[in-house]
């Protein structure tokens, strides 16, 4: 029930757009993120969207990971 | 970006994580805890506590919000449902939850209107459908879920859509579990999605107070050791803080629309949980402005204290406060399995018996 899923949006009515991922489009409600855009990446939870996805924090994590593999010993 | 995503899953990432994690032994047990059921089935789906050092483990707390919900909240939705003309709308994982001797489940059985929907739009659709009927919706869960409950109840519903409030808040808990002698952990991992409404200011302000390593992590593997890769360093540098490692999802003020949304519609109020008893201002009550939509003034349902939490033999209480491997208790897989389950921790989708039963080996 908490689950809680990242879905792109496709399309805006008022406070009502259309999300998909992966080719499975639903209705998803905007009430909560006032700011949305179609295009964003969207976290979606019991049909609302609470927040939008910051690309550039996700592509911020993953160099830091990145990172912290060049600084590892290779696994034998 | 689902590449991108699929990063964060990528299996040689994880061991380093863990690798890195490894070495950071601080020569002593360290026993942290999650709070979110969704957490439980990611490290049960991949593994992952079998990738950490054995001086490490990670304990499941009470974040499944339908088993940390008490009985006596179920009973209030049980005799809703069995009311003429009215519909019951939930969550799924809720039918099944046992409330004493009977669940929502049997009160459908028994001729009741219950209806699982996905969501508290769905039930103000279902309101919209059937005006000659009265649809109570009985809404569980935590800060995620009750921010959509405000969202439904501030875009005007028909008057025929009243709310069951069972919805439950997550600083006052960790601050109780912390009190709580042989539970409190030497770090919280905090749930991602949670935070992402509240923001981080409660956390901080409960680390002033009980200074104890919390970091926010994420929900593919890569989040979940990027988290506890935190905490540990938290716990050997001896300098607890609150780390955001989910950054793409978590800002530090949350999410102000969603806030300012609970805000408007509920109040604090006194709540018991299941396994952990009452915790002052730990639930959410409507506020008397929306006391219209209160289901229980509106069919005169007052909570029976008589009613039991939980079933003989069931060890969920102590499963819910980390105290309990739910392999170690004796009706596990045995006597008590999601098809039929005796505590609420077999049966819902978040619950940490169900969790392990799902990805058992062997
Ligand atoms: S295995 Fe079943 S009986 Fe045992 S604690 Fe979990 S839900 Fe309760």
Same mark, same amino acid.
């Given at each position: 029930?908490?689950?809680?899923?990242?879905?792109?949006?496709?399309?805006?009515?008022?406070? +009502?757009?259309?999300?998909?991922?992966?080719?499975?489009?639903?209705?998803?409600?905007?009430?909560?993120?006032?700011?949305?855009?179609?295009?964003?990446?969207?976290?979606?939870?019991?049909?609302?969207?609470?927040?939008?996805?910051?690309?550039?924090?996700?592509?911020?994590?993953?160099?830091?990971?990145?990172?912290?593999?060049?600084?590892?010993?290779?696994?034998? | 970006?689902?590449?991108?995503?699929?990063?964060?899953?990528?299996? $040689?990432?994880?061991?380093?994580?863990?690798?890195?994690?490894?070495?950071?032994?601080?020569?002593?047990?360290?026993?942290?805890?999650?709070?979110?059921?969704?957490?439980?089935?990611?490290?049960?789906?991949?593994?992952?506590?079998?990738?950490?050092?054995?001086?490490?483990?990670?304990?499941?707390?009470?974040?499944?919000?339908?088993?940390?919900?008490?009985?006596?909240?179920?009973d209030l939705a049980i005799r809703a449902a069995s009311m003429l003309r009215v519909v019951l709308a939930?969550?799924?994982?809720?039918?099944?939850?046992?409330?004493?001797?009977?669940?929502?489940?049997?009160?459908?059985? *028994?001729?009741?209107?219950?209806?699982?929907?996905?969501?508290?739009?769905?039930?103000?659709?279902? $309101?919209?459908?059937?005006?000659?009927?009265?649809?109570?919706?009985? $809404?569980?869960?935590?800060?995620?879920?009750?921010?959509?409950?405000?969202?439904?109840?501030?875009?005007?519903?028909?008057?025929?859509?009243?709310?069951?409030?069972?919805?439950?808040?997550?600083?006052?808990?960790?601050?109780?579990?912390? =009190?709580?002698?042989? !539970?409190?952990?030497?770090?919280f991992l905090l749930p991602g999605h949670v935070i992402a409404i509240t923001g981080l200011g409660a956390y901080r302000e409960l680390c002033l107070?009980?200074?104890?390593?919390?970091?926010?992590?994420?929900?593919?593997?890569?989040?979940?050791?990027?988290?506890?890769?935190?905490?540990?360093?938290?716990?050997?540098?001896?300098?607890? *803080?609150?780390?955001?490692?989910?950054?793409?999802? !978590?800002?530090?003020?949350?999410?102000?629309?969603?806030?300012?949304?609970?805000?408007?519609?509920?109040?604090?109020?006194?709540?018991?949980?299941?396994?952990?008893?009452?915790?002052? =201002?730990?639930?959410?009550?409507?506020?008397?402005?929306?006391?219209?939509?209160?289901?229980?003034?509106?069919?005169?349902? +007052?909570?029976?204290?008589?009613?039991?939490?939980?079933?003989?033999?069931?060890?969920?209480?102590?499963?819910?406060?980390?105290?309990? +491997?739910?392999?170690?208790?004796?009706?596990?897989?045995?006597?008590?399995?999601?098809?039929?389950?005796?505590?609420?921790?077999?049966?819902?989708?978040?619950?940490?018996?169900?969790?392990?039963? *799902?990805?058992? *080996?062997?």
């Amino acid at each position: 029930m908490c689950l809680a899923v990242p879905m792109r949006l496709v399309s805006i009515d008022g406070a +009502e757009g259309k999300a998909e991922v992966q080719g499975v489009g639903r209705g998803v409600r905007l009430d909560l993120v006032p700011d949305a855009k179609a295009g964003d990446w969207l976290i979606v939870h019991a049909g609302y969207a609470i927040e939008i996805l910051d690309e550039a924090e996700a592509a911020e994590s993953m160099a830091m990971v990145a990172v912290a593999m060049a600084d590892e010993p290779v696994r034998a | 970006m689902s590449d991108k995503l699929a990063g964060f899953r990528d299996i $040689a990432r994880v061991r380093t994580l863990a690798d890195s994690i490894a070495r950071l032994d601080p020569g002593r047990p360290v026993r942290l805890m999650h709070v979110c059921g969704t957490h439980e089935n990611v490290l049960c789906q991949y593994g992952l506590r079998e990738l950490l050092p054995e001086w490490l483990t990670l304990v499941a707390g009470p974040g499944c919000p339908v088993c940390v919900c008490p009985a006596s909240d179920l009973d209030l939705a049980i005799r809703a449902a069995s009311m003429l003309r009215v519909v019951l709308a939930t969550f799924g994982d809720v039918v099944r939850v046992p409330a004493a001797r009977t669940s929502l489940s049997d009160a459908r059985a *028994r001729g009741g209107d219950v209806r699982v929907v996905y969501g508290a739009a769905d039930a103000v659709a279902l $309101a919209r459908a059937m005006p000659d009927r009265e649809v109570v919706f009985f $809404a569980a869960g935590f800060e995620t879920t009750a921010c959509t409950t405000a969202a439904a109840l501030r875009a005007d519903p028909p008057g025929n859509f009243s709310v069951l409030c069972s919805h439950r808040l997550v600083p006052p808990a960790l601050d109780a579990l912390l =009190a709580l002698p042989g !539970v409190a952990p030497h770090g919280f991992l905090l749930p991602g999605h949670v935070i992402a409404i509240t923001g981080l200011g409660a956390y901080r302000e409960l680390c002033l107070r009980r200074p104890i390593p919390m970091a926010v992590g994420g929900f593919e593997p890569v989040d979940l050791l990027l988290a506890l890769k935190d905490l540990v360093e938290q716990v050997v540098d001896g300098r607890p *803080r609150v780390g955001n490692d989910y950054t793409r999802v !978590v800002r530090d003020l949350g999410n102000p629309a969603a806030i300012q949304a609970i805000d408007a519609v509920f109040e604090a109020r006194d709540s018991t949980w299941r396994g952990i008893g009452m915790i002052p =201002a730990s639930g959410l009550g409507l506020r008397r402005s929306f006391g219209g939509r209160d289901a229980a003034a509106r069919f005169g349902l +007052e909570p029976d204290p008589e009613v039991a939490d939980t079933s003989p033999g069931c060890r969920c209480g102590d499963v819910l406060l980390g105290r309990l +491997e739910p392999e170690a208790c004796p009706l596990f897989a045995g006597a008590c399995t999601p098809d039929l389950p005796i505590g609420p921790c077999m049966v819902a989708f978040e619950g940490t018996c169900a969790a392990r039963y *799902r990805h058992r *080996r062997g």
